[in-house]
């Protein structure tokens, strides 16, 4: 991919609970709303969404991510169960190391070589399905 930005991909295995992109060079703002679309609607289903991320090509982001994160922290703060962070970028692992006992949402960092096991530990969630 040469342009910068996220693009979403697709489960290994179908799961409508699951958002995963790719980040390539910087987020954009115009990402972030369309990353806190897709996680409204499984909120608005009544469940807890798995999120992986591949920021193994990420750069930084655009000052508005932070601007489109704070209007929905607290739907970004209750819509997740999992999240996987896959990168290899110096300090991404201590950062959630730090982060993910402040949250009550799962937070694990996986080495690009290590994707299958991010995979595998996202979709063995045990987060309730909605009914119906």
């Known amino acids: 991919?040469?342009?910068?930005?996220?693009?979403?991909?697709?489960p290994p295995q179908p799961?409508?609970?699951?958002?995963?992109?790719?980040?390539?060079?910087?987020?954009?703002?115009e990402d972030m709303k369309a990353l806190v679309e897709r996680l409204q609607t499984i909120v608005d289903?009544?469940?807890?969404a798995l999120l992986l991320v591949d920021m193994k090509d990420y750069e930084g982001f655009e000052l508005g991510v932070v601007s489109e994160k704070l209007k929905h922290i607290?739907?970004?703060?209750?819509?997740l169960d999992k999240y996987a962070v896959v990168g290899d970028k110096r300090?991404?692992?201590?950062?959630?190391?730090?982060?993910?006992?402040?949250?009550?949402?799962?937070?694990?960092?996986?080495?690009?070589?290590?994707?299958?096991e991010a995979w595998a530990w996202?979709?063995?969630?045990?987060?309730p399905r909605a009914a119906g």
């Open 1 to 10: 991919m040469s342009e910068s930005g996220m693009r979403f991909i697709e």
């Open 91 to 116: 300090g991404m692992e201590t950062w959630i190391k730090i982060v993910d006992p402040l949250t009550h949402q799962e937070i694990r960092h996986f080495y690009p070589d290590k994707i299958d």
């Open 45 to 48: 289903r009544g469940e807890k």
């Open 74 to 79: 607290g739907m970004l703060w209750k819509a």
């Open 15 to 29: 799961d409508d609970r699951v958002v995963a992109a790719e980040i390539h060079g910087q987020m954009t703002a």
């Open 122 to 127: 996202l979709l063995a969630s045990e987060a």
